[in-house]
T-cell receptor, first 112, second 121 residues
Framework: DAKTTQPPSMDCAEGRAANLPCNHS???????VYWYRQIHSQGPQYIIH???NNETNEMASLIITEDRKSSTLILPHATLRDTAVYYC?????????????FGAGTRLFVKA | GAVVSQHPSRVICKSGTSVKIECRSL??????MFWYRQFPKQSLMLMAT?????????EQGVEKDKFLINHASLTLSTLTVTSAHPEDSSFYIC?????????????????FGPGTRLTVL
Protein backbone atom coordinates (compact mmCIF):
# COMPACT_ATOMS: atom_id res chain seq x y z
CA ASP A 1 0.00 0.00 0.00
CA ALA A 2 1.12 3.55 -0.74
CA LYS A 3 2.69 5.65 1.98
CA THR A 4 1.04 8.83 3.19
CA THR A 5 2.50 12.01 4.69
CA GLN A 6 0.55 14.16 7.13
CA PRO A 7 1.52 17.10 9.34
CA PRO A 8 2.04 15.89 12.92
CA SER A 9 -0.33 18.40 14.46
CA MET A 10 -2.76 21.22 13.66
CA ASP A 11 -4.88 23.69 15.60
CA CYS A 12 -8.36 24.86 14.69
CA ALA A 13 -10.75 27.30 16.31
CA GLU A 14 -14.11 25.94 17.36
CA GLY A 15 -16.78 26.61 14.74
CA ARG A 16 -14.26 27.10 11.95
CA ALA A 17 -13.47 24.64 9.19
CA ALA A 18 -10.62 22.24 9.82
CA ASN A 19 -8.66 21.34 6.68
CA LEU A 20 -6.37 18.35 7.13
CA PRO A 21 -3.94 17.67 4.26
CA CYS A 22 -2.48 14.36 3.18
CA ASN A 23 0.14 13.60 0.56
CA HIS A 24 0.11 10.24 -1.21
CA SER A 25 2.28 10.82 -4.24
CA UNK A 26 2.86 7.09 -4.91
CA UNK A 27 -0.80 6.11 -4.90
CA UNK A 28 -1.78 3.47 -7.44
CA UNK A 29 -4.76 3.65 -9.74
CA UNK A 30 -6.72 1.06 -7.77
CA UNK A 31 -6.01 2.49 -4.32
CA UNK A 32 -8.62 4.40 -2.37
CA VAL A 33 -8.04 7.20 0.15
CA TYR A 34 -9.56 6.46 3.56
CA TRP A 35 -9.78 8.73 6.57
CA TYR A 36 -10.20 7.56 10.14
CA ARG A 37 -9.91 9.39 13.43
CA GLN A 38 -9.07 8.18 16.90
CA ILE A 39 -10.25 9.97 19.97
CA HIS A 40 -8.12 9.32 23.03
CA SER A 41 -8.37 5.74 24.35
CA GLN A 42 -10.96 4.67 21.78
CA GLY A 43 -10.83 2.59 18.62
CA PRO A 44 -10.49 4.38 15.27
CA GLN A 45 -13.69 5.73 13.75
CA TYR A 46 -14.33 5.63 10.00
CA ILE A 47 -14.94 9.07 8.51
CA ILE A 48 -14.96 8.93 4.73
CA HIS A 49 -13.23 7.45 1.70
CA UNK A 50 -12.91 8.08 -2.01
CA UNK A 51 -11.18 7.03 -5.21
CA UNK A 52 -10.95 10.13 -7.41
CA ASN A 53 -14.15 12.12 -7.05
CA ASN A 54 -14.74 14.47 -4.15
CA GLU A 55 -16.95 12.95 -1.49
CA THR A 56 -19.18 14.37 1.24
CA ASN A 57 -21.09 12.74 4.07
CA GLU A 58 -22.59 13.82 7.37
CA MET A 59 -19.20 13.98 9.04
CA ALA A 60 -16.84 15.53 6.51
CA SER A 61 -15.85 16.28 2.94
CA LEU A 62 -12.95 14.71 1.08
CA ILE A 63 -11.24 16.64 -1.68
CA ILE A 64 -8.88 14.63 -3.90
CA THR A 65 -6.64 16.42 -6.39
CA GLU A 66 -7.00 15.58 -10.05
CA ASP A 67 -3.65 13.75 -10.12
CA ARG A 68 -4.68 11.93 -6.90
CA LYS A 69 -1.34 12.66 -5.28
CA SER A 70 -2.87 14.52 -2.38
CA SER A 71 -6.16 15.01 -0.59
CA THR A 72 -7.76 17.17 2.08
CA LEU A 73 -10.24 16.19 4.74
CA ILE A 74 -12.56 19.04 5.65
CA LEU A 75 -14.53 19.23 8.87
CA PRO A 76 -16.85 22.13 8.02
CA HIS A 77 -17.60 23.34 11.56
CA ALA A 78 -15.13 21.89 14.03
CA THR A 79 -16.24 21.29 17.61
CA LEU A 80 -14.24 20.47 20.71
CA ARG A 81 -15.28 16.84 20.29
CA ASP A 82 -13.44 16.72 16.98
CA THR A 83 -10.12 16.88 18.84
CA ALA A 84 -8.47 13.60 17.83
CA VAL A 85 -5.73 12.00 15.77
CA TYR A 86 -6.73 11.85 12.10
CA TYR A 87 -5.29 9.13 9.91
CA CYS A 88 -5.11 9.24 6.12
CA UNK A 89 -4.69 5.78 4.61
CA UNK A 90 -4.45 4.60 1.05
CA UNK A 91 -5.15 1.00 0.17
CA UNK A 92 -6.72 -1.26 -2.35
CA UNK A 93 -10.41 -1.86 -1.76
CA UNK A 94 -11.24 -5.46 -2.43
CA UNK A 95 -13.04 -8.08 -0.47
CA UNK A 96 -10.90 -10.27 1.72
CA UNK A 97 -7.24 -10.15 2.63
CA UNK A 98 -6.76 -6.40 2.55
CA UNK A 99 -4.91 -4.57 5.32
CA UNK A 100 -5.24 -1.12 6.77
CA UNK A 101 -1.81 0.19 7.73
CA PHE A 102 -1.71 3.29 9.91
CA GLY A 103 0.87 6.04 9.74
CA ALA A 104 1.51 8.63 12.43
CA GLY A 105 -1.56 10.74 11.60
CA THR A 106 -2.32 14.39 12.39
CA ARG A 107 -3.21 15.38 15.92
CA LEU A 108 -5.95 18.00 15.60
CA PHE A 109 -6.58 20.32 18.53
CA VAL A 110 -9.86 22.21 18.38
CA LYS A 111 -9.73 25.20 20.70
CA ALA A 112 -12.57 27.22 22.17
CA GLY B 1 -24.79 -0.51 11.32
CA ALA B 2 -21.33 -2.13 11.21
CA VAL B 3 -20.66 -2.25 14.94
CA VAL B 4 -17.68 -4.08 16.40
CA SER B 5 -17.44 -4.86 20.10
CA GLN B 6 -14.59 -6.05 22.29
CA HIS B 7 -14.56 -7.73 25.66
CA PRO B 8 -13.19 -7.00 28.14
CA SER B 9 -12.59 -3.27 27.79
CA ARG B 10 -9.91 -3.35 30.44
CA VAL B 11 -7.98 -6.17 32.08
CA ILE B 12 -5.24 -6.32 34.67
CA CYS B 13 -3.36 -9.57 35.13
CA LYS B 14 -0.29 -10.97 36.78
CA SER B 15 2.86 -11.75 34.84
CA GLY B 16 2.85 -15.29 33.49
CA THR B 17 -0.91 -15.64 33.11
CA SER B 18 -2.85 -15.79 29.85
CA VAL B 19 -5.50 -13.31 28.81
CA LYS B 20 -8.22 -13.78 26.19
CA ILE B 21 -9.76 -10.84 24.33
CA GLU B 22 -12.92 -11.26 22.28
CA CYS B 23 -13.86 -9.31 19.18
CA ARG B 24 -17.39 -9.53 17.82
CA SER B 25 -19.09 -8.07 14.79
CA LEU B 26 -22.58 -7.34 16.14
CA UNK B 27 -24.65 -6.66 13.03
CA UNK B 28 -22.67 -8.18 10.19
CA UNK B 29 -20.59 -11.20 9.30
CA UNK B 30 -16.87 -10.84 8.84
CA UNK B 31 -14.78 -13.41 7.01
CA UNK B 32 -11.68 -11.46 7.95
CA MET B 33 -10.86 -9.64 11.14
CA PHE B 34 -7.69 -7.81 12.10
CA TRP B 35 -5.83 -7.33 15.37
CA TYR B 36 -3.80 -4.23 16.19
CA ARG B 37 -1.69 -3.13 19.13
CA GLN B 38 -1.09 0.44 20.17
CA PHE B 39 1.47 1.70 22.67
CA PRO B 40 1.09 5.12 24.35
CA LYS B 41 1.54 8.06 21.98
CA GLN B 42 2.14 5.74 19.04
CA SER B 43 0.07 4.72 16.04
CA LEU B 44 -1.73 1.42 15.60
CA MET B 45 0.46 -1.51 14.59
CA LEU B 46 -1.11 -4.39 12.70
CA MET B 47 -0.39 -7.70 14.44
CA ALA B 48 -2.29 -10.26 12.40
CA THR B 49 -5.08 -11.00 9.98
CA UNK B 50 -7.66 -13.44 11.29
CA UNK B 51 -9.48 -15.59 8.75
CA UNK B 52 -12.60 -17.54 9.65
CA UNK B 53 -11.93 -21.25 9.66
CA UNK B 54 -8.23 -21.02 8.91
CA UNK B 55 -4.96 -20.02 10.50
CA UNK B 56 -4.20 -16.39 11.15
CA UNK B 57 -1.55 -14.55 9.16
CA UNK B 58 0.91 -12.74 11.40
CA GLU B 59 2.91 -9.64 10.57
CA GLN B 60 6.66 -9.80 10.67
CA GLY B 61 8.01 -9.69 14.21
CA VAL B 62 4.79 -10.82 15.90
CA GLU B 63 5.17 -14.11 17.78
CA LYS B 64 2.38 -16.42 16.73
CA ASP B 65 2.89 -18.72 19.71
CA LYS B 66 2.52 -15.84 22.11
CA PHE B 67 -0.47 -14.17 20.47
CA LEU B 68 -2.92 -16.95 19.67
CA ILE B 69 -5.74 -16.01 17.34
CA ASN B 70 -8.87 -18.04 16.77
CA HIS B 71 -11.62 -17.07 14.32
CA ALA B 72 -14.18 -19.76 14.96
CA SER B 73 -17.21 -18.05 13.43
CA LEU B 74 -18.09 -15.21 11.09
CA THR B 75 -18.83 -12.93 14.03
CA LEU B 76 -16.16 -13.81 16.59
CA SER B 77 -12.39 -13.68 16.72
CA THR B 78 -10.34 -14.10 19.88
CA LEU B 79 -6.81 -13.02 20.75
CA THR B 80 -5.08 -14.84 23.60
CA VAL B 81 -1.94 -13.31 25.04
CA THR B 82 -0.10 -16.28 26.52
CA SER B 83 2.31 -16.01 29.43
CA ALA B 84 1.85 -12.28 29.54
CA HIS B 85 4.69 -10.03 30.63
CA PRO B 86 4.73 -6.33 31.53
CA GLU B 87 6.03 -5.44 28.06
CA ASP B 88 2.79 -6.88 26.61
CA SER B 89 0.84 -4.13 28.36
CA SER B 90 -0.83 -2.23 25.55
CA PHE B 91 -4.10 -1.19 23.92
CA TYR B 92 -5.37 -4.02 21.71
CA ILE B 93 -7.86 -3.16 18.97
CA CYS B 94 -9.67 -5.39 16.48
CA UNK B 95 -11.37 -4.50 13.23
CA UNK B 96 -13.62 -6.15 10.68
CA UNK B 97 -15.22 -5.37 7.33
CA UNK B 98 -18.85 -6.07 6.49
CA UNK B 99 -18.02 -7.55 3.11
CA UNK B 100 -21.18 -7.97 1.10
CA UNK B 101 -23.50 -6.77 3.84
CA UNK B 102 -22.34 -3.18 3.56
CA UNK B 103 -22.07 -0.54 6.27
CA UNK B 104 -21.93 3.23 6.12
CA UNK B 105 -18.60 3.16 4.36
CA UNK B 106 -19.36 0.35 1.97
CA UNK B 107 -18.33 -3.26 1.67
CA UNK B 108 -14.58 -2.82 2.02
CA UNK B 109 -14.41 -0.34 4.86
CA UNK B 110 -13.01 -1.66 8.10
CA UNK B 111 -14.75 -0.85 11.34
CA PHE B 112 -12.90 -0.90 14.62
CA GLY B 113 -13.76 -2.09 18.08
CA PRO B 114 -13.42 0.17 21.12
CA GLY B 115 -10.20 -1.50 22.21
CA THR B 116 -9.02 -3.49 25.23
CA ARG B 117 -6.46 -2.04 27.59
CA LEU B 118 -4.21 -4.76 28.97
CA THR B 119 -2.03 -4.11 32.00
CA VAL B 120 0.36 -6.84 33.08
CA LEU B 121 1.77 -6.46 36.58
Amino acid sequence: DAKTTQPPSMDCAEGRAANLPCNHSTISGNEYVYWYRQIHSQGPQYIIHGLKNNETNEMASLIITEDRKSSTLILPHATLRDTAVYYCIVRVANTGGFKTIFGAGTRLFVKA
Amino acid sequence: GAVVSQHPSRVICKSGTSVKIECRSLDFQATTMFWYRQFPKQSLMLMATSNEGSKATYEQGVEKDKFLINHASLTLSTLTVTSAHPEDSSFYICSAAPGTSGGRGGVDTQYFGPGTRLTVL
